[in-house]
């Protein structure tokens, strides 16, 4: 059964300590709404009213082409690494773009595709029994932002 992988927590420390994000800033502050605002350590919704951070975020080892950065929300508080079953929270939408990557970090050509909500778990398990694919990402099917990982 493949597994949701939240950002490392140790990451999500370094932001919190006001480490620079993936474009050398710090991250922003910012008081939660509460529409579509998702933690990505937690995977749950952040509260309006809640102080979040906002920043640029590299779920990737290293800068290299393949290596998408984009805008991320954390709770600014600290919160526990999601380690639960089944679908987290924060996969709350229809579908989303669903992609398999090789060890080498990078996209494994042909295995994107948007994906109904309900069909995560299978899409991730079939693409994680590719031998090319070492793990998976699961973004925003609108705007390419990164939701989570899945790995075997």
Known sequence: MPHFTAIPTDIVRAYRAGGPDANGQVPE????NGDGNWCRHCLGRIATGQEMLVLAHRPFPAPQPY????PIFLCADD??????QGLPA???????????YGADDRIVYGTGAVTARDAIVGR????????????????SARNNCFQVRIDA
């Open 29 to 32: 502050r910012h008081v939660s």
């Open 67 to 70: 290596a998408e950065v984009g």
């Open 79 to 84: 919160c526990a690494a999601w380690a639960g």
């Open 90 to 100: 924060i996969l709350d939408s229809a579908d989303y773009l669903v992609r398999g």
């Open 124 to 139: 991730a398990a079939e693409l994680l029994g590719d031998a090319r694919v070492a793990y998976v990402h699961v973004r």
